[in-house]
């Protein structure tokens, strides 16, 4: 079986390990030209650990591990003043953690040099009973057995393919950026948010916050555990992701240090000790991303096409789901095209198989985020923190 995924995401890379792992010959084709050419700045809530473990080989799970944050012991929500509104306790189990966005991704590419093809950008594809096409811009073609959309919320494949599984805007927005630990900063941080995520909520905008303070650094991890693999040393940073409904953010720029500003402006009246650490970020990483989510549909037939991660459940950040989906969705799909390889099942039912579990639990998860973020139609005072937080 010969397996061509477009888009070198999250979703994407742990598709490919997954599949190499089962014996599969894949191919991800990525437009951008590097993994690290766009902004990855920011720390992603991990839970999925088992889906992880499931797709890559033993030392690449253990650098996961090695490289992720402390484990997170309570979850918070304060004033904007920094008063303790609630808090839940969690015995660490070491299920949940953090990780660097850069730092999971140079893992997950990690040995595949041969298998990711930078700089093409898929434009088309056909498909007859036994093959698919697929056309890049480049004017060449790639054909395989099976085509795998992982390529985000934008998906042009998904507009090809499910045309009436439509990405509807939430009207909210979210700035987002890392402020690095020093011996500045570490003093500022309030004390809960060292013990796990933190929501601090003021006025129409929340401010979700963690801290990615490595277990080990990436650098040192990789060359302990699998020395062939290279990671960009990153250093420990509280991110912050400030979101609202576009209104609150007026004329938003187009630049990292514009949006810096406009954040800066939102949170002038919070508690000096969060003021200063935004005022202390790593202005240039700073970024925005409008709030999307998918409008879930009715199971379609299945075919030799298929789809992962954003591209088919997008959803708000708000309950730091959307990574940890598709790295399911991808140990699910690899193992149900094993199951095809080994003749247990043809092509097409392995994937009906997949789409049948993916559209239950993708579609759950998008509708939980949809209802925890500001797009639920609550205030977000009331709906969006305590939520993201698991408060009831
Ligand atoms: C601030 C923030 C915080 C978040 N926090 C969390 C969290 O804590 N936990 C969590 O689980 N999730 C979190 N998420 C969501 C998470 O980042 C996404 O759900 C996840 O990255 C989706 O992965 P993906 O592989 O499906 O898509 P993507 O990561 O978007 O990858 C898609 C890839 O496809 C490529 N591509 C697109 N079009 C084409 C084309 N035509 N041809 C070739 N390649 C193409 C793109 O360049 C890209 O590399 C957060 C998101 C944000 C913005």
């Known amino acids: 079986m010969k ?19 089962a014996g599969i010959d894949v191919t991800v084709y990525e437009r951008d ?14 839970h999925a650990l088992a889906a992880l473990e499931a797709c890559l080989p033993p030392d690449l799970y253990e650098l996961c591990v090695a490289t992720a944050g402390q484990p997170s012991t309570q979850l918070t929500v304060m ?35 041969n298998v990711i093809e930078f700089g093409r950008t898929c434009v088309g594809f056909t498909q007859d009973p036994d093959t698919v096409r697929v056309q890049f811009a480049d004017g060449t073609e790639a054909s395989a057995d099976v085509l795998v959309a992982a390529d985000g919320v934008g998906s042009p494949i998904r507009r090809w393919y499910l045309p009436q599984l439509a990405v509807e805007e939430t009207g909210a927005l979210c700035i987002y950026g890392r402020t690095p630990l020093t011996d500045q900063t570490r003093p500022l941080v309030p004390a809960p948010i060292w013990k796990g995520f933190t929501a601090i909520v003021g006025g129409t905008a ?21 020395p062939d693999v290279r990671l960009t040393d990153v250093p420990p940073y509280l991110m912050w992701a400030l979101t609202a409904q576009a209104d609150a953010f007026p004329g938003v720029p187009d630049t990292s240090v514009g949006l810096h500003a406009v954040a800066m402006h939102a949170i002038r009246r919070w508690h000096r000790d969060i003021r200063r650490l935004v005022e202390l970020a790593a202005v240039e990483e700073t970024a925005l991303i409008p709030i999307r989510s998918v409008v879930p549909i009715d199971p379609w037939p299945s075919t030799r096409v298929t789809l992962l991660g954003d591209a088919v459940h997008a959803m708000s950040p708000a309950r730091g789901s959307g990574a940890n989906t598709a790295l399911q969705d991808a140990a699910l799909l690899a193992s149900r095209l094993a199951d095809a390889v080994r003749g247990d099942q043809d092509v097409v039912a392995a994937i009906a198989a997949y789409e049948r579990e993916m559209v239950v639990y993708g579609f759950d998860a998008m509708r939980a985020s949809r209802e925890a973020g500001p797009a639920g139609g609550g205030p977000l005072r009331s709906s969006l923190f305590r939520r993201l937080a698991g408060i009831r």
């Open 33 to 46: 030209t590097a993994l690290d050419s766009r902004g990855q700045g920011y720390r992603i809530h991990l």
């Open 206 to 226: 929340g401010m979700a916050t963690g801290v990615l303070d490595f277990r080990e650094a990436p650098g040192d991890a990789a060359r302990r555990i699998a």
């Open 79 to 113: 004033s904007s003043g920094l008063r303790i509104l609630r808090s839940t306790e969690m015995a660490p189990n070491g299920l949940a953690t953090s990780v660097n966005r850069q730092t999971l991704r140079e893992i997950l590419a990690a040995r595949l040099e």
């Open 3 to 21: 397996v061509a995924v477009v888009g070198a995401g999250i979703g994407g890379l742990a598709l490919a390990q997954g599949l190499l792992r």
